[in-house]
């Protein structure tokens, strides 16, 4: 088993950055917001010093996951980003990218930046790829894990060696306590599927968007209550609405029972409210 260290190197509260190294390799998993991106990538360099980047590996295409990428690419110009060819896809879309950029200037908004350089139509992928490939990072080797169901291009990034996956939403948020918020935006079943997969793979250690290691029990258990979680979660939902309950009535639960603590640090309101009413829709077409 290989000698890891992980840093978390995020900026602010709902980033999503952190940095793996093997003490030659390195390897930046997901980048954070754009507005957070030089400031992600000052955290790097405090924690490697004069040694390059050799790698950012991104999870999925949303903006506190992806955008960041751009920055730190023009600080470490030799890091290969590697993502889901889905992911290229949508990065190469302006349409995408002008979605990405009004949230990425809203949520910096709420932490009092107006201003900064704008390099989002530099996004890009260097090295697409799909489940089932390999990643040679230097000693280490992932395996390339689709787990779509937060969204289509979804994928983790499995260290066999150390049982070590580089997870993605789709397994759930951590919001401490056991507890784990549901985050499927493009297919309940299809989420259920790779939560099961994940929890097959025989998994010692996950890194968690947004949080951070869990390792052995804790690895096991996120696993476990995320599984629970979106299912009783879905069931709870489809009965407010089977007994005559609304939309509006369905998110309330979900504002209740997740929207406290922790979560409402790492997960802006407006974006848990659309998120919500997207899971929320699904559950009514895939299950009613």
Known sequence: MKNIKIHDVRAVPGDSAFLIDDGTTSILYDTGFAFTGYAVADNIKRALGERPLDFIFLTHSHYDHALGSAYVK???????????????????????????RELDQKCALSHGITQYEDLIDSLCVDLPVQDGDTVAAGDMTFSVVSLPGHTKCSVGFYLRENKLLLGTETLGVWAGDGVVVPSYLVGYEIAMESIERAMDMGIDRILVPHFGILEGEDAKRYLQNGKRSARETAEEILAILRDGGSDEDAFAYFKNKFYHGYVTEIYPLDAMTLNTNIMIGLIKRELM
């Open 74 to 100: 023009k600080r470490y110009p030799c890091a290969k980003i590697v993502a889901g060819e889905y992911a290229a896809k949508i990065f190469a879309k302006p349409t995408a990218r002008a979605v990405m």
